[in-house]
């Protein structure tokens, strides 16, 4: 079955960095796109950043020169590489991935505060 476990949140301060992970396993990785999704206290959860199976990419307009999401088809595994932090940057981050259904990881948090 698809799994999906992030790794790598933490308490921050304010223009610090974080390196997310995410480790997939269960389907055919290097066909299908990824996503880092966040939801903040009492918001929406939103789209942060896309990479395509082709490896393109998409950002939030909030999150562009700031964020860099990766992929490792040999690991299977996708990162999202924090900078310039910010407090509203604070959030539960998800990984997720589309094949025939939604999947989901089960987050992890991000704190950035001083």
């Known amino acids: 079955q698809v799994q999906l476990v992030e790794s790598g949140g933490g308490l921050v301060q304010p223009g610090g960095s974080l390196r997310l992970s995410c480790a997939a396993s269960?389907?055919?990785?290097?066909?299908?796109?990824m996503s880092w999704y966040r939801q903040a206290p009492g918001k929406e959860r939103e789209l942060v950043a896309v990479?395509?199976?082709?490896?393109?990419?998409y950002y939030a307009n909030s999150v562009k020169g700031r964020f860099t999401i990766s992929r490792d088809n040999a690991k299977m595994t996708v990162a999202l590489q924090m900078n310039s932090l910010k407090p509203e940057d604070t959030a539960v981050y998800y990984c997720?991935?589309?094949?025939?259904?939604?999947?989901w990881g089960q987050g992890t948090l991000v704190t950035v505060s001083s």
């Open positions: 997720n991935t589309k094949t025939y259904l939604d999947y």
């Open positions: 990479i395509s199976s082709g490896g393109s990419t």
């Open positions: 269960g389907f055919a990785f290097r066909s299908y796109s």
